[in-house]
């Protein structure tokens, strides 16, 4: 998904489907124990995770206005448990949370909702930004639900019945040299369209000469460093 500098309604309302098809990929599987899974420090439990995903979304396409304080949520105690910035990480797991029934319906309404202001208001510079922002940080949620799933030793949706993957290095071993020098960071122009808002602006960076590995390190390759000792060398 890429932004673009001025999106219409149909640009708008295909970003937001296409990110909760992937949200609800992610979800609609897992069952038991597996919606809040171990408490670890790297991931969030997947049932706190995809209400919050919701609750961005409410926050900043329905509720949110400037100079003021934010409207009330469609459900009232939403703040207290799908706020990110307020309900520490630790805490997540033991939150009163709607089950995940509950928590899909929520999703929906609020989908709808900014759907439904759209049809009714126009894209407005505001619902222009905000429904961008909405669908990419969905979007940035389905990778953490990727990464959730594989740290907790969930198959992939739609992955039953298929071999497991190869664990192996592939063809693509070893280091590529990077020769460093200049280059701008951050978001070139004001009038580029949507911008997060820690890319901007644009400022010159030097990086020094360095390697990066060809490819990801797989399992394998990281056990083999810890075995011999990896994180004892400078």
């Not at 995809?50 to 509720?63: A, D, K, M, N, S």
């Not at 298929?162 to 592939?170: N, R």
């Not at 009038?191 to 000469?209: C, L, Q």
Request: charged letters at 25%.
């Amino acid at each position: 998904m890429q932004p673009t500098l001025t999106p219409d309604l149909p640009a708008l309302r295909r970003m937001l489907l296409e990110a909760r098809g992937r949200t609800l990929d992610y979800a609609r599987d897992l069952t038991g124990e597996q919606l809040l899974g171990p408490r670890l420090d790297i991931v969030n439990p997947p049932l706190w995770e995809i209400g919050h995903v919701g609750w961005f979304q409410e926050h900043w396409c329905l509720r949110y206005r400037r100079g003021s304080d934010p409207a009330p949520p469609l459900i009232a105690n939403a703040d207290a448990l799908y706020d990110s910035a307020i309900v520490p990480h630790g805490a997540r797991w033991t939150l009163p949370l709607p089950d995940l029934e509950a928590t899909l319906r929520y999703l929906e309404r609020i989908h709808d909702r900014v759907l439904e202001r759209l049809e009714n208001e126009g894209v407005s510079e505001h619902m222009q930004y905000f429904v961008q922002l909405a669908a990419f940080h969905e979007e940035m949620h389905c990778e953490a639900f990727t990464y959730t799933r594989q740290t907790l030793g969930y198959r992939a949706p739609g992955s039953e019945g298929l071999p497991e993957a190869d664990l192996g290095s592939g063809p693509w071993a070893g280091d590529a040299e990077i020769p460093g020098g200049e280059f701008m960071l951050g978001a070139a122009s004001k009038d580029a369209g949507f911008v997060f808002d820690n890319e901007k602006w644009a400022h010159p960076v030097t990086i020094a000469p360095f390697r990066i590995a060809r490819a990801p390190v797989t399992n394998i390759e990281f056990a083999v460093f810890i075995e011999e000792g990896g994180y004892q060398r400078q």
